[in-house]
Structure formats: structure tokens, C-alpha cells
Nanobody, 122 residues
């Protein structure tokens, strides 16, 4: 019914940049907050950045000043611009969104994408 699909991951050298994109589709009435999470091998999943429906943002201390989250409401997408990438940024990045739907029932819940691999290595 609702699907989130991430794209833009890949291999990049330290100091490089990548831009991740997440597109939501399906029976969507309203998308509330959207966020990017990541999970590295042997580590717990952590919140990287979030953005509210009105554009308020929040970042993990480890990425503040290097990453920027943005959303394009008309397209139901959220992006994560990643600059000055470090080896420690290597992880699977997941998109999430809190979405209100009307079909088949009025429901508000969180949805998750399948993830996209980001590898920072020289």
C-alpha cells in the first residue's frame, strides 16, 4: 500500500560526497516527519537526521555540519546530502516516514525502506 525506496548509495572515497534520495509512493494522504537512519556492521541502528512536515531538522552529533536533510513534499521525497564522508559513515542507510493514509482505513504509522549501502573507503 505504501512503499519507500532509497537510492543513491555506493562507494566513495574519504572526503567525498553522496546524495541519497527516498521516494514514497502508494495510498498516501499526508507525510508527517521523515528521517534517515543507518546501521553499520556490529552496531545498533541510529538516527542520522530527521525533518518535520514544516522543515524543522535534527541531526546526530556525528554528522552535524556535514550532512543535510531536505524534503520535497510535492514529490513525496526526502534527500540526504552527505559531504566530507568518513570511513565511520559506512553503513546501510534507511529511510523512514510517518504517514497518514485513508485507504483502506484511516491510519498513521511509520514506514521503512529496504536500505541502501554506503561505503566510504580509499
Amino acid at each position: 500500500q505504501v512503499q519507500l525506496v532509497e537510492s543513491g548509495g555506493g562507494l566513495v572515497q574519504p572526503g567525498g560526497s553522496l546524495r541519497l534520495s527516498c521516494a514514497a509512493s502508494g495510498s498516501i494522504d499526508t507525510i508527517n516527519a521523515m528521517a534517515w537512519y543507518r546501521q553499520a556492521p556490529g552496531r545498533e541502528r541510529e538516527l542520522v537526521a530527521s525533518i518535520t512536515s514544516v522543515g524543522n531538522t535534527n541531526y546526530a552529533d556525528s554528522v552535524k555540519g556535514r550532512f543535510a536533510i531536505s524534503r520535497f513534499n510535492a514529490k513525496n521525497t526526502v534527500d540526504l546530502q552527505m559531504n566530507s564522508l568518513e570511513a565511520e559513515d559506512t553503513a546501510v542507510y534507511y529511510c523512514s516516514a510517518n504517514i497518514f493514509t485513508r485507504t483502506p482505513l484511516w491510519t498513521v504509522r511509520n514506514y521503512w525502506g529496504q536500505g541502501t549501502q554506503v561505503t566510504v573507503s580509499s
